[in-house]
């Protein structure tokens, strides 16, 4: 089994350099087996207006609550996340997708973008992003499943692509091959794109889009599941679970708290803060 060898400290600095780091088999197989043949049963549970079967899933806390549960549950990731924009992470959605096999006349290149609630960088400045994405894929990568693409410190780089560059593969681009399970943490404003799926099997990602408890969240979390698991959260003084669900009844507080001290320290505070009332 791939350990991994980076202290968090060291991804952190990966991920304000690169815009990218990879925590290696963050989510165990058996975790992703039973995810990825989950699928089919919640395409089952929600199948499209018309009857056929839908190829991505947000919300599927409700529809598979063990295992995405689980998933979300993940101290590593969670302490990682909160090292990036401080205690102030919230779930913006999850997203279940898979793509059927394409034609061999497919242009590799799916298209070189930045995500939700980026911005065009300034050129060497290293802002924290309001979004970024803990991305698993369900299966390991290669050429023929469709590897993914990065372009390392473009998250910093005043860097423009004109529409057709960004289905060309990028001079300064690297190829990243995650096997299955291992987490993908990536800056909103790193330039990427996946690569077109040619093998004969589907190609699944699974991906936690976290954001700032300040934002909006496109997630639902009012349905039953979620309400539960909100109320135990309560009742635990689960903040940090809290949080993720859009629940944060420290924001007003915490986004008025004068900023007279670097944010670390302060985050630091409210970490500790956080970790005193929680009650299990
Ligand atoms: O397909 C991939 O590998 C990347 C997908 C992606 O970047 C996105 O959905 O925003
Ligand atoms: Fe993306």
Redesign the pocket.
Known sequence: MREDTKSLQEHLEEFKTVGFTLFPKMLDDDWVKAMRDSFEEIGDRMPNHDGSRPQVFVDVLEHKPDLVLSALSNERLLDFAEMIVGPHVQLESITYRRTAPQDPNTNPVLGF???MFAEFPQEGVYNRPLLF?A?SYLQDLDDEIGPLRIIPGSHMRAMALAPEERKQPHPDEVIVYPKAGDVAV?H?AIV???TANYSKNYRYLFFLTMNHSWLKHRANYSGPISESVKARARATGNRRLLRLLGEDEKVFRRANSGFMQPDELMWEQWIAEDAADLKN
């Open positions: 973008h930045r995500d994405n991305l990536f909103n990427h794109s996946g």
